[in-house]
């Protein structure tokens, strides 16, 4: 699977479902973007700029990592987890990142 269709894949999974949500569960937001300032810094740790590049490769560690210690995307009706936050929170920066300046 290519670097580019991770984002749609990890979206098609769960994180619309999560981003759905996040009109009825105003406090989904304040995760979301506590979520993305964990991203920003973390990517910033590692001396890399946060841009398309560096969030995809985020987003595909993280989604490795997660899957190797055994989780799986909430289902319809189970309450969202840390991991399925913060990979929407990595594609709600991808959409960011890819909208005109």
């Given at each position: 699977m290519s670097e580019q269709s991770w984002p749609a894949r990890i979206r098609a999974e769960f994180a619309q479902r999560v981003l759905d949500l996040r009109h009825?569960?105003?406090?989904?937001l304040a995760s979301l973007d506590q979520h993305m300032a964990a991203v920003r810094h973390a990517?910033?740790?590692?001396?890399?700029?946060?841009?398309p590049a560096s969030l995809v490769a985020y987003l595909i560690g993280y989604w490795d990592g997660?899957?190797?210690?055994?989780?799986?995307a909430p289902g319809p009706g189970q309450p969202l987890d840390f991991a399925a936050l913060r990979m929407t929170a990595v594609c709600l920066m991808l959409d960011a990142a890819a909208e005109p300046a």
């Amino acid at each position: 699977m290519s670097e580019q269709s991770w984002p749609a894949r990890i979206r098609a999974e769960f994180a619309q479902r999560v981003l759905d949500l996040r009109h009825q569960h105003p406090g989904i937001l304040a995760s979301l973007d506590q979520h993305m300032a964990a991203v920003r810094h973390a990517i910033a740790e590692l001396g890399e700029r946060v841009g398309p590049a560096s969030l995809v490769a985020y987003l595909i560690g993280y989604w490795d990592g997660a899957r190797e210690k055994g989780w799986r995307a909430p289902g319809p009706g189970q309450p969202l987890d840390f991991a399925a936050l913060r990979m929407t929170a990595v594609c709600l920066m991808l959409d960011a990142a890819a909208e005109p300046a």
